[in-house]
């Protein structure tokens, strides 16, 4: 039975299921053909659609709103540039509480789309029912779906600071448009990789509109050198063995050295092929600019990717995925080209976060995955950093079984941790970092 079925709502039209992911140069050519604007929205409901209250803006719902405790819907919300807009899935409660906390956001990493998170949006959709808040998930200016504006820095190559200020504020200005279209005082973001650089960059600018940042494996927080290998990221296999037993376990220093020590192994023994794709990242070539280079074959190339990297979900959840990241990654480049501005050879932040970051007075939360490629020594020095300024609200975790897309490789796990941290008053609880 569908998900629409089983809320009695038949209204909703079908849509087709995913391709396969192809493993010829003909199949490649097809799917490569029928990219676009259109499949590009269609790949990102499929994946929406498996949450049972979502309303598709392209068939009106007759399942009354209070049939649920939320709904989801999808949008484009327009900014002050009519050329500029950020795609948005908004999950609302049908009965807000006038003492709902703050609504969370969830930004997603470097090229990537808010579609990333469809594990956790369940988890998060019963959170805003019972508590009577809202939960987005927006995609950056110029990725995912939003808008594929011009991405410019005028800076010139020496000047670190105004190219790191340009690139940061193509960002943080954007959001910060956003949350004045929407209304809202102030959110809880919740950031992974370069969201989660970016979630910062944005609490550092206004400060007075974020209640409290949980960091998902987040980019440019330590100083180089680190032990972060960012050419695992497309190398690397998705972590399997999560289960229901699982939870977040306090990161202590032993955690931390370990999974450091074997970033450290894996620096040591990275191939010349890997060495090549880290130095091309480190150049700043896109990894998705290459995919479009290759026009016909980038639908196998990706395909590869995604076999290897989803290889823990199921068979259609697989393809689904498959379908969504082609469309957003043979889009037009645009936000993607900010890699270099940002991040220095190393994938180190040419302004660490570290350095930055106490100036903060809200609760911040790191979370790694055991078998992570980012560096957590970033977020170790981080929450020491805070409680030495006077904020004792620095938290920092590590879920089991789960490498860079912690939200991915092990939901339940993560899910347990998000809603636990949105349910931590703002004022509660002190620096959780064991020596």
Known sequence: MSESAALGDTSVL???????????????????????????????????RKLPYFRPASSP????D???????????????DPKHYLNTFAITPTAPSPEAPAPAVLLHGYGAGLGFFFQNFPALGKWAGKRGTS?????WLG??????????VKAKREDIDGRVREAESFFVDSLEEWRRKMGLETMTLVGHSLGGYLSVAYALRYPTRVNKLILLSPAGIPRDPNSSVPSRELTDSQETGASDQDGPEPADSKRVQDLRSSQQD?????????????YLWEQGWSPFQVVRSTMFWGPMLVGKYSSRRFIGLSED????????????????GSGEYCISHLLAPGAHARRPMVDRIAALKIPVTFVYGDHDWMDPEGGKESVERLRQAGNGLGRMYMIPHAGHHVYLDNPKAMNDLLV??????????RTSYAA
């Open 14 to 48: 079908p849509l087709p299921p995913a391709r396969e992911i192809p493993s010829t140069f003909i199949a490649s050519v097809k799917s490569w053909w029928a990219t676009g604007d259109k499949e590009s929205a269609s790949s990102e409901e499929r994946l929406l």
């Open 61 to 64: 719902s007759t399942t009354p």
């Open 66 to 80: 209070h049939a649920s405790p939320v709904i989801a819907q999808s949008s484009r919300v327009e900014l002050n």
């Open 135 to 139: 939960v987005y998930a927006v995609d």
């Open 143 to 152: 990725m995912g779906r939003s808008a594929r504006v011009p991405f410019q």
């Open 266 to 278: 894996a620096q040591r023994r990275e191939s010349r092929g890997r060495k090549v794709l880290t």
């Open 317 to 332: 959840d697989t393809r689904a995925m498959h379908d969504y990241i082609l469309n957003i990654t043979l889009a037009k």
């Open 420 to 429: 636990k941290e949105l349910d931590r008053p703002a004022g509660s609880g």
